[in-house]
């Protein structure tokens, strides 16, 4: 089975920091793209960055520029550090791996719990 989990949420004031981690595990063979998403209160779901198995980008416009994603293949991790952080980007945020193959040749989508992020003063 594999599993993301996310890790780094919590409360900021508006104009602070802070570095959202996700790593995987379990019996996995390969992982491609992975991604960020994140959910405010009262809202759907929406997509905020993505890094391939390459490290290609790409950005929502609402976080483009403010937010950088990056990944350590050797770890099975993908980062999402944040600056500039504005109340809007309140939301919990979780990481997707939209294709993983685990050992025995399967292909997954795997969603991670979900992590809260709070900018607030």
């Known amino acids: 089975q594999v599993q993301l989990v996310e890790s780094g949420g919590g409360l900021v004031q508006p104009g602070g920091s802070l570095r959202l981690s996700c790593v995987a595990s379990?019996?996995?063979?390969?992982?491609?793209?992975m991604g960020w998403y994140r959910q405010a209160p009262g809202r759907e779901r929406e997509w905020a960055a993505t890094?391939?198995?390459?490290?290609?980008?790409d950005y929502a416009d609402s976080v483009n520029g403010r937010f950088t994603i990056s990944r350590d293949n050797a770890k099975n991790t993908v980062y999402l550090q944040m600056n500039s952080l504005k109340p809007e980007d309140t939301a919990v945020y979780y990481c997707?791996?939209?294709?993983?193959?685990?050992?025995?040749?399967?292909?997954?989508?795997?969603w991670g719990q979900g992590t809260l992020v709070t900018v607030s003063s």
């Open positions: 997707n791996a939209p294709r993983v193959v685990d050992a025995w040749n399967r292909v997954l989508e795997v």
């Open positions: 379990g019996t996995i063979f390969s992982i491609g793209t």
């Open positions: 890094i391939t198995a390459g490290g290609s980008t």
